[in-house]
Each structure stands twice: as C-alpha cells, then as structure tokens.
C-alpha cells in the first residue's frame, strides 16, 4: 500500500484486549410486527476480518444500516472504540472512521471517477482542497482506477464501479469498512483483484465487516464469520466451523444435514 494512504488506515494487529473496534449489543429494528434485527450482538476488534452470510432477507444489509447509522434502532446500543455512538448520524460515524460500500455501487454519474474520491476525501474524510486532490489521487492509484481518473463514473464497468465504491470509502480514512456483497456480479478474474484490493485493506490494520455470497471469496479474508437468518445471530466462530453448523447449513445452504 501507499505509504501515504497506509499512514491513514494502518492500525494495530488485530488483538482481542480493550474495546472492540466496533461492538453492537441487543439490537433491535422493526418494520411494524416485523424484526428486521431481532437482539443482535457482535463485536469486531482491531484488525480483524469478519464475515457475514446468511439468506436473502436474513437482516445483513439492514446490520450494517444500524452500524452506518442510516437509521435508528427501535432497542440495543452500538460503541465505537468503546465511545457510545448509538445515536450519532451517519455523517459524524463517517468523520470519526466508519465507512460503508453498498451492494448496488452508488457513484455519482455526473462526475469523473476522481471527482467521485475527491468529494469523499473532503466531505467524508474532512481534508481542505489540496491535502484531499493529493489523498484522492493516491487511493485511486491504490485501487486501480488512475487509469480511469477522468473517465465519467457512468462509464465505468462493474469491477471499476465497485473499486469506486471501496475508493470513496478509503477517502474518508476509515478505521471500520463494512462492505456490502461488493463480489456480486464479478467474473473469477475480477473478484481476485477484488480480494486483493481487500487483502490490502487487511494488511494496513484496517477492520473489516464483509457481507458476501461468494464464499471461496470471503473465506480467503477473514478471520471469523458470523450467519445471520431471520434477524438474529445463528452461529459464529471460525469460518469453517460456522459452515459446517447443522442450522447455518439449513438456513443458508439449504441442506439437511443429515
């Protein structure tokens, strides 16, 4: 990694004493009768690579709304280093390092990929006009995309979109990524530059929260998973003990196991 952008996203290993990087308790949203989360807990330490799977409608995307704070919590509480940050906004939660990529990539088409990075790195990462041009050009080169610096977004193919999407997350010098099934839609070839993209992330200190479908992909990262269904919590631990749980494999793969 750069040694610019490895000075804004390089923390320490990931070790499991003091407070988590991030760390929800009990949460809970509901939609009418309907638990969309239903008292879900999970933490993720400094460094660390988790993982989550589970079904469609399981409550991933609606975890990470929670954790991103794009909407409130009917119950629970979520700390940030150990700072309570249940009911801070998504752009404060953004400013103090917690970044998000969503399963759609959302860019603005009006722009060129730099201008896409750059609006991040000044909004989101809080840098004046010169300091963020710089930082831009540096996580593009990062993630790929100089090439493409002054191509439209709307141009730009599903592999490029989606290193968009990770850019703009970098810009804003995260310590806390979550990313949303960034891997769907990619052929083999592409998803490995993906992984090695994320590969990057990891190596710098930076703690990541990975939503993915694709699990040869998502198990080459992380170092624990979790399996969501209906709302709550089925299992989590070691990646593989997770995939050979009899629930998770009912919930998820569809199998009986026996």
């Known amino acids: 990694m750069h040694k610019q952008v490895a000075r804004a996203v390089a923390k320490p290993a990931h070790c499991s004493t003091g407070p988590a990087a991030i760390e929800a308790t009990g949460l809970v949203k509901r939609y009418g009768s309907m638990r969309a989360l239903d008292a879900v807990s999970l933490r ?12 469609n409608g399981a409550g991933k995307t609606t975890l990470f709304g929670a954790l991103a704070g794009t909407f409130p919590l009917n119950q629970g509480g979520i700390t940030y280093h150990g700072k309570v940050i249940t009911y801070e906004s998504a752009a404060t939660r953004c400013a103090m390092g917690i970044a998000r990529t969503y399963q759609v990539p959302r860019p603005f088409i009006g722009m060129t990929v730099f201008e896409n990075v750059l609006v991040a790195a000044r909004a989101g990462g809080g840098r004046d006009t010169a300091e963020a041009a710089d930082f831009a050009a540096h996580v593009l080169d990062e993630t790929g995309l100089m090439k493409l610096a002054n191509t439209p977004a709307a141009a730009a193919g599903l592999l490029d979109r989606k290193r968009i999407e990770v850019a703009r997350a970098m810009a804003t010098s995260p310590q806390v990524i979550l990313l949303d099934e960034i891997g769907g839609g990619l052929t083999e070839a592409e998803l490995v530059e993906l992984i090695v993209l994320i590969d990057t ?5 930076m703690t990541i929260i990975w939503i ?5 992909a998502l198990l080459k990262v992380i170092d624990r998973l979790i399996c969501m269904s209906e709302g709550r919590i089925l299992a989590q631990g070691d990646p593989h003990d997770v995939m050979e749980n009899p629930a998770v494999r009912r919930a998820y793969l569809g199998s009986d196991p026996e």
């Open 44 to 55: 993720a330490d400094r460094g660390e690579a988790v993982g989550i799977v589970g079904p």
């Open 201 to 205: 992330l990891k190596a710098g200190g």
């Open 212 to 216: 993915e479908h694709i699990l040869h």
